[in-house]
DNA sequence: GACCTACTGTTAATTCTTGAACAGGTTTGA
DNA sequence: TCAAACCTGTTCAAGAATTAACAGTAGGTC
């Protein structure tokens, strides 16, 4: 009981890293490695060893001392901790251009994540097809949570309507969010929430481009 | 000069929060808000007023002591040191239902963005109009990059084309590329990369997911 | 004018992350 | 059997980022 606990006392910094693990881990795996260094599988990913290896330690015990991690139990360990080694039933809400893109995104499902529902307002979405799936009407959304036991809601609906659809989906007992409308949205803490921000991504790349383009022209002055 | 210089010599951290700042900064100018001290500021971004303070400070000067932000004065210094205080021309590769939900996203052009060329490799897809702009060829690329300037590259292909791409965008003489390929692009220190992996938001998401359902179940054991 | 409140810019302290070091354990090969 | 080459788990130091504290200014009010 005390080990559950630790494992989700682990620094954000941390648990953003895993998925790379895993991903890099997968790839390897695909090829046929059977066991991997942390110096190899850090070298790859352009972080140090010493930095991988403190990641693991916050788990422990991947290996035994002095012999390299066996990638197969690795990947399975990866999945346990992330919590995709049961497929996670997710929906998404909102099928505009976004939301059929990542309906379309088919390493969704390999990665853990089968779509079990796709949910629009709009009544000429309603009915279309989408990877084998109709989009269903928002009034079936809290009955298809419930029975398909769904967890996680990827969100793709307009700000307006964001925190409204969200509201709903709490009460529906979903625990996870990913919201792709541009503004925070606001649940319990029993809920988890993850905010994802195009805005900002472009701008921080803006941001050094800007950067870039100046220390150019500074080096033409001199 | 050097000041220019030292405007680029900020966290990344930092640069991160620059567009959440100028996002509601610009909330509250179309509200007809003139001035906000940065506690109130912080306060509806959930962080500490100090922080915001000392986010600024790398670029110093929004206000002076005693008095509040103004926030178009605070509005447009956060544009000038985010680079967007004149529009930057971008492009979108790659015109699948993600690249087609970017070029959608009106908002995008708002924040200083103009989308000067779609391209695709796909035969089907060349021609056909989203947002009254063609789909190009790729083989167009580098002829509208030049004559646009066009400065950031939205990259929407597989994976398996990415750095291929990429390769010709930074021939072609583009400074920043904003990568949604699920793999690592590699580009000389002279062109900007973002890499933007929808897998790792979700499953970071799942790993929260988990730990909350953990601790639900704890809960009830009790 | 004097005082009180609200505010910023700046520095100092604290906390979090990263990177280096090292104490063993394992295998290989002479 | 012993040494050399690797390897991990763990601890410790260095470096960043966040938060708190404070000095000093501005404006309002009596």
Redesign the interface.
């Known amino acids: 009981?005390r080990k559950?606990?630790r494992?989700?006392d682990v620094p954000?910094a941390t648990?953003?890293r895993?998925?790379?693990y895993?991903?890099k881990l997968k790839l390897l795996q695909a090829i046929g490695v059977e066991d991997v260094s942390s110096r190899q599988l850090a070298e790859s990913l352009?972080i140090k060893a010493s930095q991988l290896r403190h990641d693991f330690h916050y788990f422990g015990g991947f290996s035994r001392p002095g012999r390299p991690y066996h990638v197969q139990k690795l990947v399975g360990a990866l999945e346990q901790?992330?919590?995709?080694a049961e497929p996670?039933p997710t929906a998404i809400i909102g099928a505009?251009?976004?939301g059929?893109?990542?309906a379309?995104?088919q390493?969704?499902e390999i990665?853990?994540?089968p779509i079990k529902g796709i949910f629009d307002a709009n009544p000429k979405l309603v009915g279309v097809e989408i990877r084998g799936q109709p989009v269903r009407d928002m009034d079936e959304l809290e009955e298809v949570v419930l029975k398909e036991k769904v967890?996680?809601a990827?969100l793709t609906v307009p700000a307006a309507q964001a925190q409204l659809v969200a509201d709903r989906l709490v009460k529906a007992g979903i625990?996870?969010?990913?919201n792709f409308a541009?503004m925070?949205l606001k649940a319990p803490p029993?809920?988890?929430v993850?905010n994802?921000?195009?805005?900002?991504?472009?701008?921080?790349?803006?941001?050094?481009?800007?950067?870039?383009?100046?220390?150019?022209d500074?080096e033409e002055d001199i």
Chains 1, 2 share one sequence.
């Open positions: 009981m559950n606990r494992t989700c954000d648990v953003l895993l998925p790379l895993l991903e352009d901790i992330i919590g995709i996670v505009g251009h976004l059929q893109a990542i379309n995104y390493n969704l990665q853990g994540f967890k996680i990827i625990v996870g969010i990913f541009p925070d029993t809920v988890a993850r994802e921000r195009m805005a900002v991504g472009i701008m921080s790349l803006s941001f050094k481009v800007k950067c870039i383009l100046q220390n150019m500074l």
